[in-house]
């Protein structure tokens, strides 16, 4: 009986096993070298972290033939492993080329050497190489550098677009100026301005053009007072909502209100801008401006329409005849003020029907006579119909204010104010001795703006 061939140790079946187990092993190794060396670290052992790809993969790679690409790959395994003196071993049996340099520097940064200068070199002669570049980043990182570590993340990322490497440089630039400018928002916000500016200052080392960090540090130098410096710091930014606000506040600091409206009524289709403006043009009293300003906005802005009416009646007030711009600024109201008061702002009572004309013998060749009989005529203002006088001269009460102004409500069919000690609220309102003519006013104008909502 012949003896057969073991197939460990020869004949053809076995020899056919080797070659189709050979033909495997070749397509694995084609297969790890397209995708940046296949891990093949042994089982228990640790595998490291790399934060950088292999030197024949991406971008601008250098062309290679198959005994280089197969001792990167063996390198590139190595350094997987963590094994540094492997990967020099493999790069230099790889010869003189871009990707061994790589992997050399590459197995010096596992190693814990985090220079720069070899891989700065590397780049400066391979500028499209992405492997280069990233490793880079990782090396200055490592270092400290952040602008050099910023600047080659980004370059890698450009380079190569791939999720990892994009997400790696927007991880890096959120860390060190995304979250500097937050952290400096709220210095800021908190009213630190110069702790404002020193959290600022490395963001903007890394990047000077950034937008945020720049409209951060303009909003602190005007806390500061520095004027000029912001002007000069919002001049290299594009014209937009926020820099035309920040130019606005800057006008507003140096006193020049006129140009603040001016700015913030530039922003037509921006209704917060324009009421800014508003705002503004009712403390300088400029009630021609505020009441345009208003007219402008949409109509279907709750501040329009009783803003509108607050700022026609102000400046009517302003072209009255004198008698009642004194009476709307007594230092210290009368009846015949009051009277005054109450129809100069509430035009409408003028032409109200009712009520019998009185004949009251103490107002006569009086300027303000026209107002006090309108306002006797309606009840608004009680009189001594016996004596039929008025007392034009004498100082008003809290008592009569408030029950003068609750019956014009009441026939202009509007809610009466709160007033204090009827109601506890705290919105209630109340007037402090002497009733002066601005209290009053202040009074009737919100009156005026609740009946025209």
């Not at 340099?101 to 814990?112: F, H, I, K, P, T």
Request: glycine share 6%; hydrophobic share 45%.
């Amino acid at each position: 009986m012949k003896n057969r061939p073991d197939p460990r140790t020869g004949g053809a079946p076995f020899r056919f096993l080797q070659a189709v187990r050979a033909a495997a092993a070749a397509a694995a190794a084609v297969a790890c070298l397209g995708l940046g060396g296949c891990a093949t670290t042994p089982a228990g052992a640790p595998e490291v972290r790399l934060d950088f790809p292999s030197p024949d993969s991406g971008p601008g790679r250098p062309a290679l033939d198959k005994p280089e690409q197969r001792h990167i790959a063996d390198g590139w395994q190595a350094l997987r492993r963590g094994d540094a003196a492997a990967a020099r071993a493999s790069a230099a049996q790889a010869g003189v080329t871009q990707a061994s340099r790589l992997l050399e520097l590459q197995a010096a940064l596992v190693a814990g050497d985090h220079s720069t200068k070899g891989l700065e070199a590397l780049t400066g002669t391979a500028p499209d190489y992405a492997a280069a570049w990233l490793t880079l980043s990782v090396a200055a990182e490592g270092d400290a550098n952040e602008g050099l570590a910023l600047r080659a993340a980004e370059r890698g990322a450009d380079l190569w677009p791939d999720a990892r490497w994009v997400d790696r440089y927007q991880t890096l630039r959120q860390r060190w100026v995304g979250d500097r400018v937050l952290t400096a928002t709220t210095l800021y916000e908190q009213g630190d301005p110069d702790a404002a500016l020193d959290a600022l200052e490395p963001a903007l080392a890394l990047d000077p053009r950034d937008r945020g960090a720049l409209l951060v540090q303009t909003r602190a130098l005007i806390a500061l007072n520095q004027l000029d410096r912001a002007e000069s710091v919002l001049a290299g930014l594009p014209r937009d909502r926020d820099v035309v606000l920040i130019a606005a506040s800057i006008a507003e600091a140096r006193g020049d209100s006129s140009a603040a409206i001016r700015i913030y009524s530039s922003l037509r289709n921006d209704p917060d801008a324009m009421l800014m403006a508003v705002a503004l043009a009712e403390q300088q009293g400029d009630w021609q401006t505020a009441m345009d300003l208003y007219s402008a906005l949409p109509d279907d802005r709750p501040e329009k329409a009783p803003g509108l009416r607050a700022a026609k009646l102000r400046w009517r007030v302003s072209v009255m005849p004198p008698y009642v711009r004194d009476a709307l600024s007594a230092d210290e109201m009368n009846r015949s003020d009051l009277a005054v008061a109450l129809v100069t702002l509430t035009p409408a009572v003028e032409t109200m029907p009712g009520g019998q004309v009185p004949l009251l013998s103490d107002i006569v060749d009086m300027p303000s006579q026209q107002e006090i009989v309108t306002a006797a005529r309606l009840g608004l203002i009680d009189i001594d119909r016996l004596e039929r006088r008025f007392y034009p001269l004498r100082p008003v009460t809290e008592e009569e204010v408030r029950t003068s102004i609750s019956r014009l409500c009441k026939l202009l069919g509007i809610a009466a104010p709160q007033w204090c000690g009827d109601s506890q609220s705290d919105q209630c309102l109340s007037f402090t001795q002497p009733i002066t003519g601005n209290q009053v006013v202040d009074v009737l104008i919100g009156l005026a703006a609740e009946e025209a909502r």
